[in-house]
């Protein structure tokens, strides 16, 4: 729908208001601000420890900020919890994948699909006729999206045997089964190889032009995200240094002493910034 | 074997499946015979107090048995749900110590409320059938119900979710599962077969009192369950059956036989530890007997 990635709507799809997350003492995130744009692919990168990871767990409503607020299509999500903001339509992966590992391929993606799942509870324990077109229809649409991540054959293998690509792939479609507005992938090109770094960012535009989808990614391999995000956003020490297009930000000098300057030494820095281990 | 034994084995299967359901989304709640105590009392003051529910004194109509079910049930299940909310909050270890406790109030309330009968409690209860054998056949067939409805669950909305959250609460919540409302929908569920439970065994044992619903109970019925498996239905059934029926077997050997039972609970999780029913043997002993039928259990259905 939206072809032009920077079409400013009427109201955001998501904003993020000065949102502040902390540890202890640790300030992960300090007053962080983002608007997303309805179809856009947003990326957001930083070195280790920037607070990547926990404006995600944020936005997907896993961990409360201490200040601030997230509004979904202009409406505050606080209070709302993981569960409640999924079913308003926002979808995540995890960098250290969590599956369900006990479960088949298939049955990861039907866990996905809970929400289209609902069904009279006696029609579903009898196995009504138009309980197993439901069943039906619900079987169909998991193959569908294994076939898309190009995990069809693997459909009935236990989750917790599959090799890493292969897992991140399914976590992708799992999240993806929850029909999102708004997909967040946190490091999905992690470990992979060019290759197969080449494939994803394929598969990432045919997802959002299959579903309509606003991607919030986060990654470290910079040539990609330039390649792949209409924007991009730089968090450094929990604190937004950065944001704009992607030409804009790979010139930023604020950027470019974040990645060569003060960070990466193996001093660690003495403002904190050895903490935010991504949880 | 005789028909007594066969009947408490039942009901050791019938409490082992109220324990696993809580376990199926990975929640150790070890408040069955809590439960269980509380629907036992509820048929035994209703069939020994009320005329409706006490027929003739010695023998109580079916019906009265089957309302003394629903009731206990309901009584089990709505304290559960009182409970079930901050309860539930807790994890692991946390949770078991919670459930524990809890068995412990309601154990000392049964000791102590004026009209449960203090330490002697409740006997004369009436009885629905006059030969052990038609427990046996009645409980055979609620065990059968039970057992039906955890087959039914795999397939259903809700044992998917219920999966999930034991593979990984946070993941679930993630994919839009409401984790809190589905373990308490599992929590209660396992409360109402207890209480259900209860008000059966209660009419069978002829008498009812506080130590029905003990911490050694909640020991015993966890066993059956990591005897038996936690991850399949069959499992606490078999695990049920097999360790009420233990001691009783044992008997002839005397006082050997509390050692002998000790041994079996010790290397059991030593050398099956999935429980003895998993789903590859499960799948080993249906290639077995279906030799020569041809069966697509495994075969990935066509859409």
């Known amino acids: 729908m939206n072809q032009t990635p920077d079409s400013t709507g009427p109201v955001p799809l998501l904003q993020v208001e000065a949102v502040s997350c902390r540890f202890g003492g640790l300030l992960a995130l300090d007053q962080v601000s983002l608007e997303l744009e309805e179809g856009e692919i947003f990326g957001l990168i930083g070195p280790n420890g920037a607070g990547k990871t926990t404006l995600f767990n944020v936005i997907s409503g896993l961990t409360p900020p201490s200040g601030g607020r997230c509004l979904w299509r202009g409406a505050p999500t606080a209070g709302l919890g993981a569960s409640g903001l999924n079913r308003l339509g926002i979808a995540r992966t995890f960098q250290n994948l969590r599956l369900f590992e006990s479960l088949s391929v298939r049955e990861n993606v039907l866990v996905g699909l809970h929400h289209a799942a609902r069904a009279p509870l006696l029609g579903s324990l009898l196995g009504s006729g138009a309980f197993r077109r439901q069943q039906g229809q619900l079987q169909e649409r998991a193959m569908e999206l294994l076939t898309l991540l190009e995990l069809e054959a693997l459909a009935e293998q236990r989750a917790g045997d599959l090799p890493y690509g292969d897992r991140r792939r399914l976590e992708i479609a799992r999240a993806l089964a929850t029909a999102p507005r708004l997909l967040l992938l946190d490091e999905p090109a992690a470990g992979m190889n060019p290759a197969e770094k080449d494939d994803l960012r394929r598969l990432i535009g045919t997802i959002r032009q299959h579903f309509t989808l606003t991607v919030l990614i986060i990654e470290h391999h910079v040539p990609l995200m330039m390649q792949l995000c209409d924007r991009l956003a730089v968090l450094n020490f929990g604190r937004r240094i950065a944001l704009g297009s992607p030409a804009a930000v790979r010139t930023d000098p604020r950027v470019i002493e974040a990645y060569l300057g003060s960070s990466g030494g193996s001093s660690g820095g003495s403002s904190g910034g050895a903490g935010g281990d991504g949880r | ?303």
């Open chain 2, 1 to 303: 074997m005789d028909a007594a034994l066969l009947e408490q084995m039942l009901l050791g299967a019938l409490l082992a499946l109220s324990v696993y359901l809580p376990l199926r989304c990975g929640q150790l709640s070890l408040a069955t015979p809590g439960f269980y105590a509380v629907g036992g009392y509820v048929a035994a003051l209703l069939s020994t107090g009320v005329p409706a529910f006490a027929g003739s004194g010695a023998t109580s109509p079916l019906p009265a048995l089957l309302a003394e079910m629903v009731l206990g049930g309901a009584l089990a299940g709505l304290i559960a749900l009182a409970i079930g909310g901050p309860v539930l909050r807790l994890r692991g270890i946390y949770l078991a110590i919670a459930t524990i406790a809890l068995v412990e109030i309601l154990r000392v309330l049964n000791l102590n409320l004026p009209f449960t009968g203090g330490a002697m409690g409740i006997f004369g209860i009436p009885q629905p059938f006059a030969h052990a054998e038609g427990y046996v056949l009645f409980t055979l067939a609620l065990l059968a119900l039970a057992c039906w409805l955890c087959q039914r669950l795999e397939a259903l909305r809700l044992g998917r979710a219920m999966a999930a959250i034991r593979d990984d609460e946070l993941a679930a919540a993630c994919v839009g599962i409401d984790t809190p409302r589905t373990k308490l929908i599992a929590f209660v569920a396992s409360a109402v077969l207890a209480g259900v439970t209860g008000a059966l065994a209660a009419h069978f044992f002829n008498s009812w009192n506080a130590r029905a619903g003990s911490f050694d109970a909640s020991i015993t019925t966890l066993a059956f369950v990591v005897f038996g498996g936690s991850r399949l239905w069959p499992g606490p059934v078999l695990g049920g059956l097999v360790l009420t029926a233990l001691p009783e077997l044992l008997r002839p050997v005397g006082d050997l036989r509390l050692i002998l039972f000790g041994a079996v609970i010790l290397l059991g999780p030593l050398f099956f530890p999935q429980g003895l029913v998993t789903a590859e043997r499960l799948h080993w002993l249906a290639a077995r007997l279906g030799r020569g039928r041809h069966r697509g259990r495994q075969a990935p259905q066509a859409p």
